[in-house]
């Protein structure tokens, strides 16, 4: 068996005669299986060895179908031991790393291949392509991996060879991101153990990485997205790269809150509302000015529509749409102030587990309106909004006379008004007017009465 594998990789043989290689390929994977598992791992170097550089995808494939066979044999020396250190050279020589990328990337691969797909018609499967599924099964054949138990066992052995010194962190980090989201815990659990320890030395400030976690998350041409639970792990990885909110990905942050807003999965939702407000944090003026008013927008409708949602996600699109709007100032003092009047009147309207989250999403905005001057019709709709608010008595009363206390200055009639308002209603919502600068001991004669507040006599 040794001499037929060296004959396949022999150029001068092999590669001058095609019908040569072919009957060593059949033979070398036909008697593979009857060799003692001693002889079968003495052929792992000369196996791997140039396997990224066939230019036959045929011959490639089943090299790599062979190897899979091979390594629920492998077992692991020491971790750190002189043995373990070697097996890098003795495998993938430093002139020939390609070969140790070629397999790290179809590692990962397998590791997205779910056997559901010989159940489906179209026999697609998330984030893989047809061309990949193919070169995995052989062609679409079901006795690849039969019994299907076979795949579990194949993606255990290769987290036990990457996890060796035969790979570095680089190979094994997307093998193991994705086989730790495997719904079988034998595959997960280990995968997890290295993934932790292959994150240590990878920067998700690397353009690169950011680059396959989009790809992966998003697909690409030919390529669907990836499954639902490996989305919401890739998401939660963007949230802590700075490199994922530059003003390039803005066609991706609007594809990914598209993707949160319509999922039925709850946990990937929460994860894109977590990865907007990262985004409305990091991402520069230009980015958000640009992602604003359609995210904002966005967000709004799904608000006002899906009704159904939790308490715990409706509060995270409050607190989205909060950290955008803080950064976007300016859109929300148009003259209309559509974003400032859709909170107070969500904050009156939406169930009583998301008060406290709407009030802390006004707070944040007020904190942003705060540090502007209003002026001319602004100004005179922000107080015309307010005291709306206020005469309905209802929940956000409080709100709008903390923002009055804020937004109005001293001498403002409205505040004024505002303030008596408060008073007269007692508790907290007094004790917030007196805060605006009210004075009770004054007569309300001398305060004139704005025109917005001609209302109350009515």
């Not at 062979?66 to 050279?89: I, K, N, Q, Y």
């Not at 292959?198 to 669907?224: F, K, N, Q, T």
């Not at 003092?333 to 939406?350: C, K, N, S, V, Y």
């Not at 956000?396 to 008004?417: C, D, E, H, P």
Request: aromatic letters at 8%; charged letters at 25%; hydrophobic letters at 40%.
């Amino acid at each position: 068996m040794p001499a037929l594998l060296e004959q396949f990789k022999d150029p001068a043989i092999g590669g001058s005669y095609p019908l040569i290689r072919n009957f060593d390929l059949m033979y070398i994977t036909t008697g593979i299986g009857r060799m003692p598992v001693a002889e079968r791992m003495d052929l792992l170097p000369t196996l791997v060895r140039g396997i990224s550089t066939h230019g036959n995808d045929h011959h490639q494939r089943t090299l790599f179908n062979v190897l899979l066979r091979l390594l629920p044999h492998f077992e692991p020396p020491p971790r750190g031991s002189s043995t373990d250190t070697a097996l890098r050279e003795q495998l993938f020589p430093a002139s020939e790393t390609q070969d140790a990328e070629w397999l790290a990337a179809w590692f990962a691969k397998l590791m997205l291949l779910n056997l559901n797909i010989f159940g489906q018609d179209d026999k697609s499967c998330p984030g893989l392509s047809s061309t990949d599924v193919d070169f995995l099964t052989m062609d679409k054949k079901k006795e690849t991996f039969t019994p299907w138990s076979v795949l579990a066992e194949i993606k255990v052995a290769v987290l036990k060879f990457i996890a060796s010194g035969a790979s570095v962190d680089r190979e094994r980090y997307f093998v193991a991101l994705i086989a730790s989201t495997d719904t079988n815990s034998a595959v997960a659990d280990p995968a997890e153990d290295v993934y932790k320890r292959a994150m240590a030395s990878i920067s998700l400030e690397d353009g690169e990485i950011v680059a396959d976690l989009y790809g992966l998350l998003l697909g690409r041409l030919g390529v669907p997205p990836a499954k639902l639970t490996l989305q919401t792990k890739i998401i939660g990885l963007l949230c802590k790269s700075q490199k994922a909110a530059e003003g390039s990905r803005r066609i991706e942050i609007e594809k990914i809150l598209d993707i949160g807003l319509e999922t039925t999965y709850p946990r990937l939702r929460q994860a894109v509302f977590g990865f907007m407000t990262w985004v409305s944090r990091m991402g520069d003026s230009d980015l958000t000015d640009s992602l604003a008013p359609g995210v904002m927008e966005k967000l709004r409708y799904w608000l006002l529509e899906d009704t159904a949602a939790s308490d715990e996600l409706r509060g995270y699109a409050y607190e989205t749409l909060a950290a955008l709007a803080s950064r976007c100032i300016h859109i929300v003092l148009e003259p209309e102030l559509g974003i400032a009047r859709f909170m107070f009147r969500q904050l009156r309207d939406d169930r009583g587990g998301v008060a406290v989250t709407i009030e802390g999403a006004l707070g944040v905005i007020l904190t942003g309106i705060a540090k502007k001057n209003l002026q001319g019709p602004v100004k005179t709709a922000m107080e015309d909004m307010l005291l709306d608010v206020i005469i309905e008595e209802r929940r956000g009363t409080g709100q709008a006379v903390k923002w009055a206390g804020r937004l109005l200055s001293f001498g403002n009639v409205v505040g004024r008004w505002v303030g008596a308002l408060a008073l007269g209603m007692g508790g907290t919502i007094a004790e917030e007017g007196g805060k605006g600068g009210y004075n009770p001991s004054k007569s309300q004669k001398h305060l004139s009465v704005p025109h917005s507040a001609c209302r109350l006599s009515r």
